[in-house]
C-alpha cells in the first residue's frame, strides 16, 4: 500500500502527517521526495546509510566529427547546444537529456556520457526504512531522483509513505502516479483552501482516491473546510492547533514517540487512512 502525502505549499503540516504516519505503522518505508529540500530524515536520524548516485545523460562533441551542420542546435528545444566559431558549444546546466541531438547528428559526432545530479540516501530507523532523494544545487529537474527513489522502494512489503514535494509541479506528478491513496494536507484559511484546490485539481486528474487532512484546525468554520464540504471532499480527519506539537516538530521529534495523545490521535488517522484505502480498491459490484 503506497500512500503519498501532498499539500499545494510548503509549511502546511505534509512532513508531520508523514513521518508519525510511518513511524506508527512499523514495518514501513518513508520516502522522501522533497529532492528539493527533504528533512524527514532529521526526524528519523536512519543509521546503516547507503548513499547511490543519480545520473543523468548528457551529450558530448567530437570536434574532429563535426561538421557544423547544426542539425542538433536546431531540434534542441531547451537551447542547449549553440554553434559559435566552428565549434559546438554544450550547455549541459539546461540540457533534459532526452538524446534527440545524439539521434539526429548524421556525423555521428554527438555520444553520451553521465552527469550526477543528486544522490539517495537510504537507512533504517527501528522498522522503518527511510528513502531520502537529494538534488544537487542549480540542476534542473529532480524528475530522474525521484524516479530511483520510488524504484529502490517499490520491492518493500510495507505500507509506503511518500513524502511528496510542495505543489502541483512535475516533480509532484512524478510522486504520486503509482501510489494507491493520496492524502491532502490543508489549513483552516484562505491561503490553505486555494492550496487546496490546487492539489485536489491534480489528483482528479491523475484519477487518485484521496482524502482530507485539516491541520492547524481550530474551532467552527474555516475556510479549506467549508471548500470541502462543497465541493464534496473527504476530510478523514483533523489535527487540531497545539503549541506543544509545534514545539515537538520544529525540534526535530516524532510525536507519537513521545505522548500517548499524540499516538492516539495519529493512530486514528492512520487507521481513517488505512480504511478508506480498502474501501477504495475493494472490488465493488
Not at 514535494?165 to 483552516?188: N, Q, R
Request: with cysteine; hydrophobic share 40%.
Amino acid at each position: 500500500m503506497k500512500i503519498a502525502v501532498l499539500s499545494g505549499k510548503g509549511g502546511t503540516g505534509k512532513t508531520l502527517l508523514a513521518v508519525n504516519l510511518a513511524a506508527l505503522a512499523q514495518p514501513a518505508v518513508y520516502v522522501d521526495c522533497d529532492v528539493e529540500e527533504p528533512n524527514g530524515h532529521l526526524y528519523f536520524r536512519p543509521k546503516h546509510i547507503v548513499q547511490k548516485p543519480v545520473c543523468i545523460k548528457i551529450p558530448q562533441v567530437n570536434p574532429t566529427l563535426c561538421n557544423g551542420c547544426r542539425k542538433c542546435v536546431e531540434h534542441c528545444a531547451f537551447n542547449a547546444l549553440a554553434y559559435v566559431k566552428d565549434n559546438l558549444l554544450i550547455f549541459d546546466d539546461i540540457c533534459h537529456s532526452c538524446g534527440l541531438c545524439s539521434l539526429l547528428c548524421p556525423q555521428k559526432a554527438l555520444s553520451e556520457i553521465d552527469k550526477e545530479i543528486g544522490i539517495i540516501q537510504s537507512g533504517r530507523a527501528d522498522d522503518v526504512c527511510i528513502h531520502t532523494g537529494i538534488l544537487h544545487i542549480g540542476q534542473a529537474t529532480g524528475i530522474p531522483i525521484i524516479q530511483n527513489l520510488l524504484l529502490e522502494a517499490s520491492s518493500a512489503d510495507a505500507l509506503t509513505v511518500i513524502d511528496c514535494p510542495p505543489g502541483s509541479a512535475c516533480i509532484v506528478m512524478e510522486s504520486i502516479k503509482d501510489a494507491d491513496f493520496c492524502l491532502l494536507v490543508t489549513e483552516p484559511t484562505l491561503f490553505g483552501a486555494h492550496n487546496l484546490s490546487m492539489v485536489h485539481d491534480l489528483v482528479t486528474l491523475f484519477n487518485k482516491p484521496f482524502g482530507v487532512i485539516i491541520n492547524k484546525s481550530i474551532p467552527g468554520a474555516n475556510p479549506a473546510e467549508t471548500f470541502c464540504k462543497e465541493n464534496n471532499l473527504p476530510v478523514l480527519g483533523k489535527i487540531p492547533y497545539d503549541k506543544h506539537l509545534s514545539i515537538l516538530h520544529s525540534n526535530g521529534e516524532i510525536a507519537v514517540k513521545h505522548s500517548e495523545t499524540y499516538r492516539a490521535l495519529f493512530s486514528s488517522l492512520l487507521d481513517a487512512v488505512i480504511k478508506e484505502v480498502r474501501h477504495e480498491t475493494a472490488p465493488h459490484s
